[in-house]
């Protein structure tokens, strides 16, 4: 019978964890076909020969890389090698043209009464379907919450269909009971038409999306569609910080298109005050924002504490585990985390330092700790499939953000009932701490403030009363229940 690997996922990475084809024998070794669709869906195919696998322990090395042959029928991708008895299967790529589908195309849209799609009311008879739209399934905070809503909207007797752009970079796993439809698009901009007539097809009679760009792609092709359904935004983060460090010309673009958008759109929900607060002046006062918890916690959450971290620091009573779980990128502000802690280990020697994610900051990361001697006493181990397991046996939990919508981390780890330090950054620990009542709250990027929150952290070993109690609201059914109200207040066909 299949039983899970101890570490499962063992793989993540969206440049060699996507299978592509059967396991194989050659000279006494294991080999894994993998797809490396790193920069597009199926580019290449990459020979990985395993050289660990127990129960326990998976180790794999990249022995050869096969390309698409450039001036064969198949030159822009090669994304299969697998056996079938004596013959060898080789899945490759091409991207063509094809006018006859396109002038198909535009009759169609020319003549929309010829089909009879010029207004088509939402849902079918019996139905009540909601399309959440979201550009990938990669490891995020917003993802995950837009997941966990699919997931319990649809135990709550929605029919969910989930929308990507393309799942050959899928990091996540989807729920049951969810329906997964790609668009099979490279970005929001090509998205657009093809999430409309998805739309005509499908009639939900709600339209949910999250961030910036894909919110105002929702409401271009739900006013395309000609459907009658209900579209609903959300944001997950303070716009302004995102436009403010992203910078690019997608960006400067935003704010009058968010503009333009979010006042067509029939509700937009934001995660958190702050997140309103910090949306609201770009909106004007015609638009009023209303705010939705994300459902950080799910039924049964407290099973998760049973289980034995595979990383041997947290499960060494000796060593007391500072953690941080986030992605690897430069609005986590890591490195202030990282000189912070190497006072605090100064002090503390039994202490050890775990930044839990993957993110494209890692090789910067990696030099820094390299540069600081911290190599023996901080660890980089990627993404985790338990994280409340290894919150709850963390000694502290630490948040060390530029900005933050809401902060789902800090509600996990005080559920795990884990102490918590925090940056108060715009705009979610404020509110999730509720004022530094139920965690530390330090100035952003303060190293000495944030070591002596780390010890008196370390020192008190307990959680404020009351504060898993303030976690615990932020719940899956909570904020599914918010939503299926907000959902039965927009339309009553």
């Not at 649809?154 to 799942?167: M, S």
């Not at 929001?188 to 792609?217: E, G, K, M």
């Amino acid at each position: 019978p299949w039983q899970a690997h101890a570490n499962n996922p063992v793989k993540t990475d969206i440049a060699g964890a996507r299978m592509a084809g059967r396991l194989f024998e050659h000279a006494g070794a294991l080999y894994r076909p993998a797809q490396d669709c790193l920069h597009t869906y199926g580019a290449s195919v990459v020979l990985k020969r395993i050289v660990r696998l127990t129960p326990t322990e998976f180790e794999e090395v990249e022995v050869r890389r096969l390309l698409p042959d450039p001036s064969g029928p198949c030159p822009h991708g090669l994304h299969t090698l697998t056996a079938w008895g004596d013959r060898t299967l080789i899945d490759g790529k091409a991207h063509g043209f094809n006018p006859l589908n396109l002038w198909r195309k535009v009759r169609r849209r020319a003549m929309p009464g010829r089909a009879g799609r010029d207004v088509v009311m939402a849902g079918t008879a019996g139905t009540r379907r909601l399309a959440v739209y979201i550009p990938h399934l990669r490891t995020g905070g917003g993802e995950i919450s837009m997941l966990r809503l699919a997931e319990g909207l649809a135990a709550g007797g929605l029919e969910v269909d989930l929308i990507v752009h393309e799942l050959g970079t899928s990091e996540l796993v989807v729920p049951q009971g969810i329906n997964v439809i790609s668009l099979d698009c490279g970005g929001t901009i090509s998205a657009v038409r093809r999430l409309a007539s998805l739309l005509r097809d499908r009639r939900p009679q709600w339209l949910l999306s999250a961030f910036p760009h894909t919110n105002v792609a929702s409401v271009a092709a739900m006013m395309l569609s000609g459907i009658d359904g209900r579209c609903i935004l959300s944001e997950h983060a303070p716009l302004s910080r995102q436009i403010a460090q992203q910078g690019g010309w997608r960006y400067r673009l935003l704010p009058p298109l968010v503009r333009w958008a979010y006042r067509r759109a029939h509700a937009v929900v934001a995660v958190s005050t702050g997140v309103r607060d910090d949306l609201q002046p770009l909106l004007g006062p015609g638009v009023a924002p209303q705010v939705i918890g994300n459902p950080v916690l799910v039924r049964g959450f407290e099973t998760e504490f049973a289980h034995v971290p595979e990383h041997p620091w947290l499960a060494d009573a000796s060593l007391r585990v500072v953690l941080s779980v986030c992605r690897l990128s430069v609005e986590k502000d890591l490195p202030t985390l990282l000189r912070a802690f190497d006072e605090v280990h100064r002090r503390q020697p039994a202490t050890r330092l775990v930044l839990a994610g993957e993110g494209p900051d890692r090789a910067r990361l990696q030099a820094l700790i390299e540069k600081m001697g911290l190599q023996a006493v901080v660890s980089m181990p990627g993404w985790t499939a338990r994280p409340l397991a290894w919150m709850h046996r963390a000694a502290v939990f630490v948040l060390a953000s530029r900005y933050e919508g809401f902060g789902n981390v800090l509600v996990e780890a005080l559920a795990a009932g884990t102490p918590v330090v925090a940056t108060d950054c715009p705009v979610g620990p404020r509110e999730v701490l509720v004022g530094g009542r139920y965690g530390a709250l330090v100035p952003v990027g303060d190293v000495q403030a944030m070591a002596l929150a780390i010890d008196g952290a370390l020192d008190r070993r307990e959680l404020p009363e009351g504060a898993r109690a303030a976690a615990l609201r932020y719940s899956q059914d909570n904020a599914c229940a918010a939503y299926l109200r907000l959902f039965e207040s927009l339309y009553a066909g």
